[in-house]
C-alpha cells in the first residue's frame, strides 16, 4: 500500500510550514468578583455578580448594576533593530528570518530587507513586518504571546516598563539555509532600551554547497533586482497580488535572463495555478541558471511528490541532501516517501531518521507514521503500534486518519497473535 502524505506550502520557501496550535491562542485580562460574582479565567468569559464588575478574555455578563472593565493596558511592545551579515561584511542577497527562541519555542518575528536590516516589534500583535529601508510591508507570523519567559506576561503588568522581563529567557537569532547563526540574549532588554542589538553575524556550515541564497542573483543588474524585490512585496502580507507580482518576476527575468530566484518565484506562480507543465520549466530555468540554488530543488521535490514519479523525487531530493543537509525535514520525509513504495526500505528508514532528528520540534505527523510501516515491514508491531498511536494524535483530523486506524487495528490484532503464541494459552 503506497504511503500517503499531504503538504502545505507558504511563505518565500517551498518547506512546510507547520505552526503549533498551542501558541495562536491570545490570552484575556482576569475578571474581578464581587459579593455574589465568579471570577473570570484568562482567555475565558468572566461573569459579574449584582455588585460587582468584571470581564474575561471576552465580554463578561453583566448582572444588575452597570459594569466596567478592570482589565490591565496590554504590554508596551519591545523594538528590536539590527542588521544581518555574512561572514565577509556582506549582506545575504534573499530575506533571512529573524527568530525569538524562548526557552526552546521559536517564533518566526520578520524578515530582513535587501540590505540585511531588520526591525521587528515583539509583542506587537498587529502581525506586519516594516522593511527598515523601503516602504515595503513583509509578512509577521504572530503566534500569540509566550507566558512563561517573563515574570508576568498574561496579567498585563509587564507594561510597567522596570518590571519588563517578558523577554528575560529569550534570544534572538537570523535563519537562512546552509547557515548558522550567531544568537543575541535579550535577557537586559527593556521596551524603552535602544533598539539596535547589533550585527548577527551567518556563518556557512561545513562546505556544502547548497544554499536558498542564489549567488547569482549577486551580479543581477540594478532594475532587475527592484522588479522582483517589488514582485515579492505584491505577495506578501495581505496584498497577495499575484497578477502584478507575477508581471515583476517576469519583468526581472527579462532584464536578467539568469535570475534563478525570480524564475522560481515565477515557478510557484504557475503551480499554484495547476500550470504544472510551464512550472517545470521554469524550475528547470532556475536550475540550470544556479546549479546550487537549493529553492527550485524543493520546488520539484513537490511537483515530484504530487504527481507520484517516485524515482524522480529520489532523484531530486538526493540532490537537494546533497547540497543542505541539515535545515530541511522535509526533504528527508520526501525521499523517504519515495523509496518506501520503491521497496527500497533500508535506505527508507535512513532517511525517515534522519527527518525525525531534524524535526526537533516533533511538528511533522507524517514522520511517526512512516516510522510506523516501516517497522511493520520489520514485524517491529509494537513499536509501530506506537507510532501510528502517535501519528493519530498528532493529526486526529488529517484526511488519511481512517486509513490509519484500520492500519493500527491490524498492527494491534498482529501484536496480540504475537503475545498469544509467544506466551501460549493458560493451562
Not at 533571512?96 to 519555542?105: F, M, Q
Not at 543581477?220 to 505577495?235: I, N, S, V
Not at 520525509?333 to 532528528?357: G, P, Q, W
Not at 490484532?413 to 506466551?423: E, G, L, R, S
Request: charged share 20%; hydrophobic share 35%; aromatic share 6%.
Amino acid at each position: 500500500m503506497p504511503f500517503r502524505s499531504w503538504v502545505r506550502t507558504c511563505g518565500f520557501s517551498a518547506v512546510v510550514l507547520l505552526v503549533q496550535p498551542g501558541f495562536c491562542q491570545t490570552k484575556g485580562g482576569v475578571g474581578t468578583t464581587g459579593a455574589t460574582g465568579t471570577t473570570g479565567t484568562s482567555g475565558a468569559t468572566g461573569t459579574t455578580g449584582t455588585t460587582s464588575t468584571g470581564t474575561g478574555g471576552s465580554l463578561g455578563n453583566t448582572g444588575a448594576s452597570t459594569t466596567t472593565s478592570n482589565s490591565a493596558p496590554p504590554p508596551i511592545p519591545v523594538l528590536i533593530t539590527g542588521r544581518v551579515l555574512l561572514e565577509d561584511g556582506t549582506p545575504p542577497t534573499e530575506p533571512a528570518s529573524i527568530e525569538r527562541v524562548c526557552i526552546g519555542v521559536t517564533r518566526n518575528e520578520g524578515y530582513t530587507d535587501s540590505h540585511g536590516y531588520f526591525a521587528v516589534s515583539l509583542g506587537d500583535e498587529k502581525g506586519v513586518f516594516q522593511d527598515s529601508s523601503e516602504d515595503t510591508e513583509r509578512p509577521m507570523r504572530t503566534l500569540g504571546s509566550i507566558s512563561g519567559s517573563g515574570s508576568s506576561t498574561s496579567s498585563g503588568m509587564g507594561s510597567g516598563i522596570s518590571g519588563d522581563r517578558r523577554f528575560s529567557n529569550c534570544d534572538i537569532r537570523a535563519k537562512l539555509s546552509g547557515y548558522r547563526s550567531q544568537s543575541i540574549s535579550l535577557t537586559t532588554h527593556r521596551a524603552m532600551d535602544n533598539p539596535d542589538i547589533g550585527v548577527i553575524v551567518l556563518q556557512r556550515m561545513g562546505k556544502d554547497e547548497g544554499t536558498t541564497v542564489s549567488m547569482v542573483s549577486l551580479a543581477a543588474p540594478k532594475e532587475a533586482r527592484k522588479a522582483f524585490e517589488k514582485g515579492l512585496a505584491l505577495m506578501a502580507g495581505k496584498k497577495n497580488n499575484v497578477p502584478e507580482a507575477e508581471k515583476e518576476f517576469q519583468r526581472a527575468i527579462d532584464l536578467y535572463p539568469k535570475y534563478a530566484a525570480a524564475w522560481t518565484e515565477l515557478g510557484k506562480i504557475q503551480a499554484g495555478r495547476n500550470e504544472l507543465v510551464d512550472a517545470r520549466r521554469s524550475f528547470d530555468q532556475a536550475m540550470q541558471a544556479d546549479p546550487k540554488f537549493l529553492g527550485p530543488f524543493l520546488q520539484i521535490s513537490l511537483l515530484a511528490m504530487q504527481a507520484r514519479k517516485w524515482q524522480e523525487l529520489v532523484d531530486v531530493t538526493d540532490r537537494a541532501i546533497q547540497l543542505d543537509p541539515y535545515e530541511y525535514p522535509q526533504i528527508y520525509l520526501f525521499n523517504a516517501v519515495a523509496n518506501y513504495d520503491l521497496k527500497h526500505f533500508e535506505t527508507a528508514e535512513r532517511s525517515i531518521e534522519a527527518a525525525a532528528k531534524l524535526d526537533t520540534l516533533q511538528q511533522i505527523a507524517e514522520i511517526p507514521h512512516l516510522q510506523g510501516l516501516l517497522l511493520v515491514q520489520r514485524h517491529e508491531y509494537p513499536a509501530a503500534a506506537e507510532r501510528l498511536r502517535t501519528y493519530l494524535k498528532m493529526a486526529p483530523d488529517a484526511e488519511d486518519a481512517a486509513l490509519v486506524r484500520t492500519q493500527l487495528a491490524q498492527v494491534d490484532k498482529a501484536v496480540a497473535q504475537n503475545t498469544t503464541t509467544t506466551v501460549g494459552p493458560k493451562q
